[in-house]
DNA sequence: TCCATTACAGACCGACTGTCGGTCTAGAAA
DNA sequence: TTTCTAGACCGACAGTCGGTCTGTAATGGA
């Protein structure tokens, strides 16, 4: 059962690296099965053998995807002096890094109407959303019970500066725009 | 040629109305046309008519939507005492509208899929983020140059909360932290 | 050797979007 | 009054797409 397995395998990797090109170029509509089966040079009964339907490969991207994302940001925050630090480095590395049409694409535009808000935090909750909110409780600067909030918030704000340069090209200026917006955020609550 | 233009314009009311309700319960994906027409007691050809396409219908609903959520936001910010207080009000009025599940599914989640992120900033500008943008302006505790961005973490933020939200029905306790979020962004910008 | 399991093939189905030639009628023009 | 035009509306139809189903080949454990 070696063999065989290997080879399942190695189609279900094939299929998913058309797929994902195919999803990030044309959208989760704008791409057909029809397409993946083309380029992958497979019968509709194979791929419907590993995959239960077009939503269930999107999803295989998707998870695909957040994970390769998910090492690059921890990589990017390793040499961090502290908490704060990591929260700044791993900003800056998301906005990066979602510079790839097939982040924008996959992750941010398609997934939430694809597969539902529900479902689509609850990925994101094994991903990004979760290193950022490990990253906001490690600073502290935020009390525990906004905690949950605050991780929206910013994953929200910054996946959104995300898209911004992706259009607008200007980084630097978003960039420092970001900073001033998390070192505001990072004062502390203020007196009320 | 009084009669035949009111007849059209009540036709593409109805439709509009129809649509509107259609793709918030089902989505965009899950509402076909043949169910427009079939509750519109309308034909194909009458349709497409009026309206270029699927694409063009949902366009028309969310222009639709978002002029009805201005005008309502407009209206609860009216008493406000000066910029900052408009600010909160806009964003509470904003959380508490985005509980309807035609703004949820439509505005928030089908909009920059169905229609492109371009396209959906543009229509955005013109309404929410326009509005949202002026407020942040008028409290003047953004730099002219950061505004742009600010303006758009600002909306990602509260539009991700307006979904939390509608799931989870902490209302109360997501509009706290709302507020020491806007707090902490207004209290001006640190010594660097 | 036998057989269960897995990989793969492709005909087929129902549903969907969008097109196209055509009808009907209000109301302007003659 | 008669003629003509533009716009509202109709429904058959083509083409595409996602998904199902029956069947075949080959692997590897018993």
Redesign the pocket.
């Known amino acids: 059962?070696?063999?065989?397995?290997e080879?399942?395998a190695a189609?279900r990797d094939r299929v998913l690296a058309i797929a994902t090109r195919l999803f990030a170029e044309h959208g989760y509509d704008g791409?057909?099965?029809?397409m993946v089966l083309h380029e992958s040079a497979?019968?509709?009964?194979?791929l419907?053998?590993?995959y239960a339907?077009?939503?269930a490969l999107f999803e295989a991207v998707l998870e695909a995807v957040e994970t390769r994302v998910g090492h690059e940001i921890a990589e990017a925050v390793k040499g961090a002096a502290d908490a704060e630090e990591a929260l700044r480095q791993g900003a800056r590395a998301w906005i990066r890094l979602a510079s790839e049409q097939v982040i924008q694409r996959i992750v941010l535009i398609d997934a939430p109407s694809v597969l539902g808000w529900e479902k689509w935090r609850e990925v994101e909750a094994r991903h990004a959303f979760g290193m950022l909110k490990g990253a906001l409780r490690a600073t502290k600067a935020v009390q525990d019970d906004h905690l949950e909030v605050y991780a929206h918030m910013l994953l929200a704000a910054i996946n959104e500066i995300a898209l911004l340069v992706a259009r607008t090209g200007k980084t630097e200026k978003a960039e420092r725009a970001v900073e001033d917006f998390l070192t505001r955020l990072l004062a502390g609550a203020p007196p009320r």
Request: proline share 0%; charged share 25%; no cysteine.
């Open positions: 059962m070696n063999l065989k397995a080879r399942g189609t791409t057909s099965i029809e497979l019968s509709r009964g194979a419907y053998h590993h339907g077009k939503d």
